[in-house]
C-alpha cells in the first residue's frame, strides 16, 4: 500500500513535474464550473416563460372585493333594475294561472312586486343585484316562493319601509348579511339560477317589493286592491327609467 502524505513541499513537486496535467485540470475545473452556472441561469430563464401567469404579490392597494370583482362575470345593476326588463310582471298586475304571461303560473292575484327579468344571453352569468336604497339588511334566508330571499330596512318618505329582493343566490359570496349595513348602489348578492332551488324553482329574475310599512309582510300576490295599497310601485317610488 503507498502513503501518500500532502505537504506544501511534495505538493509544489507534485506541481513542477505534472505542471501540464495540473494546469489541464484548473481549466476543466473553472470551464465545468461556467457550464453549472450558465446552466442554472438559462433554467432560471425558461421557468418564468413556461409559467402562463407568473405568481405575483398582490399590491398593498389591491382589496380582496376588487380580486372578486375583476374574476366574477357580473353585469352592472343599473341595468337590472331598469324599465325596459319589466316584461311579464310589472308592479300591480293581476295573475291567474290562466292569464299569466308566465308558464306555468302558481300564484294567483295582484303581483306586489315588479318583476326584471333577464336577456337570453346573460342565464349563465353572474347577475348581481344592488341595493335600491341605504339602509340595513335585517335578513337573508330562504322563503317559501321566493328560494333566497334578502330584505332592507329603508326609509322613504320619512317612513320606515322594508325592501324585499326575491330569487336570489343567498349562497353566493356576494351575498349580504343580516347585520350589514349598504348604501344605495351596493351589490348585495346575485340572482339564482332558473329553476334552482335558491329561485324558488321560477324563472331567473328580480322580484322586487316595496312595503310602506316596516312591518315584513312576505306575499308576492294579494287577493285585493286595498291589500295592494300595502306596497309602492317600486317604478315611481324610485322613479326607475
Ligand atoms: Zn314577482
Known amino acids: 500500500m503507498i502513503h501518500f502524505y500532502l505537504t506544501k513541499n511534495n505538493l509544489l513537486n507534485l506541481i513542477r513535474t505534472h505542471k501540464v496535467i495540473f494546469f489541464s485540470l484548473i481549466i476543466i475545473i473553472l470551464l465545468t464550473s461556467g457550464l453549472i452556472i450558465a446552466k442554472l441561469n438559462s433554467d432560471k430563464g425558461n421557468k418564468g416563460a413556461l409559467t402562463a401567469t407568473p405568481i405575483e404579490k398582490p399590491s398593498p392597494n389591491s382589496s380582496p372585493s376588487q380580486a372578486v370583482a375583476s374574476t366574477t362575470k357580473t353585469i352592472s345593476p343599473e341595468k337590472l333594475i331598469s324599465k325596459d326588463r319589466i ?13 299569466s304571461p308566465v308558464s306555468p303560473e302558481k300564484f294567483k292575484g295582484y303581483h306586489t312586486a315588479a318583476d326584471f327579468e333577464i336577456f337570453d344571453e346573460e342565464k349563465d352569468q353572474e347577475i348581481k343585484v344592488e341595493a335600491v336604497c341605504g339602509g340595513e339588511i335585517v335578513q337573508a334566508s330562504i322563503v317559501s316562493g321566493y328560494g333566497g330571499l334578502i330584505i332592507q330596512n329603508c326609509e322613504f318618505k320619512g317612513l320606515q319601509s322594508k325592501v324585499l329582493y326575491g ?14 349595513l349598504v348604501q344605495a348602489g351596493d351589490e348585495i348578492g346575485i ?25 315584513i309582510d312576505y306575499r308576492g300576490y294579494v287577493i285585493s286592491e286595498s291589500e295592494l295599497a300595502k306596497w309602492y310601485d317600486p317604478v315611481e317610488l324610485l ?3
Open 87 to 99: 316584461t311579464k310582471k310589472p308592479f300591480g298586475i293581476y295573475v291567474t294561472p290562466q292569464n
Open 167 to 180: 330569487h336570489l343566490d343567498i349562497n353566493s359570496q356576494l351575498t349580504k348579511r343580516s347585520g350589514d
Open 191 to 215: 340572482l339564482a339560477d332558473e329553476y334552482s332551488a335558491m329561485s324558488g324553482s321560477e324563472r331567473k329574475h328580480l322580484h322586487l317589493g316595496i312595503l310602506k310599512t316596516n312591518q
Open 239 to 241: 322613479q326607475i327609467i
